[in-house]
């Protein structure tokens, strides 16, 4: 592992990765900063993208994208209280009261700073844990890896959006719809219904545009932003953010930092919920909790400094087990297996310099992310006025346009169009399509796994479980009581979402 963290070095050393991830940062801002549009979306509709460009510049470019919307969503947050993006929900409740009281240059500056403290020191951590994660991950079998996707994908389920049982319902889904096509361990051909083209399976790329963007943009046009009259508007005005406010911050920074670092971890928990405890805990150890909510520059601080302390950690379990941590990351992994890398235990040990290079490369973006962030504020502060009517039909096309370009198939358009219509009755009953997504991405090896397991246990799993696999019966033992934790958690962090801002967990996109 160590020669392999050196090794990237030489590979990191190009331009145009930086000049790729710099473009990255900023269309994620953009993206982040329009109401309506949001960092999920922009990630599915820029997937296709990507794969026409080296590992090593396709996604450090897609992970700028992530990192930037993140961010991006705090400047309506404070602008004009609307969340550019759910990671931002929580930044309402302080922004819009700066910028009534002529300080929103001061909050935009905080959430700008906040955000890359946090984001810079969650990827050192990823990249100071991912070694060590990826060799245990690698003493682990078939049993142990099997009953590890098992526990993730029931968390996901408890965690999502909604009740557990419908949850569990999108999770069922989505292992219906990764079964189609051919069985992995014996060419078995499953729910092709005599159609050739389906013996290939359902693509990912189509499956995750028409999951993840399209109703996105449905919802959006459904319920437009209301205009906003300019020659009223007070954009990004005041002084800017001094540093005795800002050194006032860096214990709040910091303890949400270790917040968002440690939920970044929990696969299917993601920034909102970050944000949600981050700003908890930030009043609750204040001296002043009576100035939350009333443009608090702590509040800001902890919101955005947790929200983007999520990015990194959120590759750990990608990297070292192939489980996505949350909806951006099942499109990255997307990425990743379109570029020949399959995530999972193998691929610290044959390709390390490169996941190194890349995880380095994210590091590196948060100094491009303070600089790109700092000159463009000022215009990003207008273009969070620019009219939804303008940019929704332009980004439907770019959807329908992005999955026909990889395998110049029509059929892939018929996916888009029938997922995006299923995400969007799901959005609509309350329903996540994140255990969805969850469960067609991690299918193919958890049956893989549990197909092993079988050969090895030659007829007597429950022998061969119980007997010589320790660790498995552990994880199985242990998998009801984690979930009735993560579970009770969801509702406890629910409550206090509901507490603040009324209806904001349910209307969380992740």
Not at 159 to 178: D, E, P, Q, Y
Not at 317 to 336: H, M, N, R
Not at 464 to 481: H, Q, Y
Request: hydrophobic share 55%; proline share 6%; aromatic share 10%.
């Amino acid at each position: 592992m160590v020669d392999s963290f050196f090794a990237s070095f030489g590979l990191l050393l190009r331009f145009d990765i930086f000049l790729m991830m710099s473009g990255g940062l900023f269309l994620g801002m953009l993206i982040g900063a329009l109401p309506g549009l949001t960092t999920v979306m922009a990630l599915a509709v820029l997937l296709p993208f990507s794969f026409f460009l080296d590992p090593l510049i396709g996604i450090p470019f897609l992970i700028g994208v992530y990192k930037g919307g993140v961010y991006g969503g705090s400047i309506p947050a404070i602008l004009l209280a609307m969340p550019g993006t759910a990671a931002a929900m929580i930044t309402t409740l302080d922004g819009p009261s700066l910028s009534r009281k002529g300080k929103a240059r001061k909050g935009l500056e905080m959430a700008l700073y906040s955000s890359a403290i946090g984001d810079f020191s969650s990827d050192l951590i990823t990249i100071l844990l991912i070694g060590p994660i990826a060799l245990v991950a690698l003493l682990i079998g078939p049993p142990e890896l099997a009953a590890v996707l098992v526990l993730s994908l029931i968390v996901v389920a408890a965690t999502s959006r909604g009740s557990f049982v419908k949850g569990l319902a999108m999770l069922s889904l989505g292992f219906l719809a990764s079964m189609v096509g051919q069985d992995i361990l014996h060419g078995v051909t499953r729910f092709t219904f005599g159609s050739f083209q389906l013996k290939a399976g359902i693509p990912m790329l189509p499956m995750l545009i028409g999951l993840v963007a399209i109703p996105e943009i449905l919802i959006a046009i459904e319920k437009p932003v209301p205009g906003r009259d300019l020659s009223k508007s007070r954009l990004y005005e005041g002084e800017r953010l001094k540093f005795p406010e800002f050194k006032r911050c860096i214990r709040t920074i910091f303890r949400s930092t270790g917040i968002g670092t440690v939920i970044g971890m929990v696969p299917g928990v993601g920034q909102v919920v970050a944000s949600i405890v981050a700003y908890a805990a930030a009043k609750h150890a204040s001296s002043h909790p009576e100035t939350f909510g009333k443009g608090e520059l702590e509040g800001i601080a902890a919101s955005e400094s947790a929200n983007n302390a999520v990015n990194g950690p959120t590759l750990v379990p990608l990297l070292t087990l192939g489980i996505p941590g949350d909806i951006s990351t099942a499109v990255l992994l997307g990425a990743f297996v379109a570029q020949g890398l399959r995530p999972g235990p193998q691929l610290m040990a044959e390709q390390g310099p490169l996941v190194f290079a890349i995880l380095l490369a994210m590091v590196a973006a948060n100094f491009l992310f303070v600089i790109i962030g700092y000159l463009a504020i000022p215009w990003f502060s207008k273009i969070v006025t620019v009219r939804q009517s303008l940019l929704l039909p332009l980004t439907l096309v770019f959807a329908f346009a992005g999955a026909y370009a990889v395998r110049s198939s029509t059929l892939d358009l018929a996916y888009v169009a029938l997922f995006g219509l299923l995400g969007y009755v799901a959005r609509k009953i309350h329903m996540d399509i994140v255990p969805f997504i969850m469960a067609f991405i991690l299918a193919p090896a958890l049956e893989n796994s549990y197909g092993q397991t079988l050969s090895l246990a030659r007829g007597d799993i429950f022998g061969f479980i119980l007997f010589e696999r320790p660790i498995t019966v552990f994880l199985i033992v242990a998998t009801p009581f984690l979930v009735w934790w993560f579970w009770s958690r969801k509702r406890k962090v629910t409550k206090n979402a509901e507490t603040l801002i009324p209806g904001s967990y349910e209307t969380d996109t992740r």
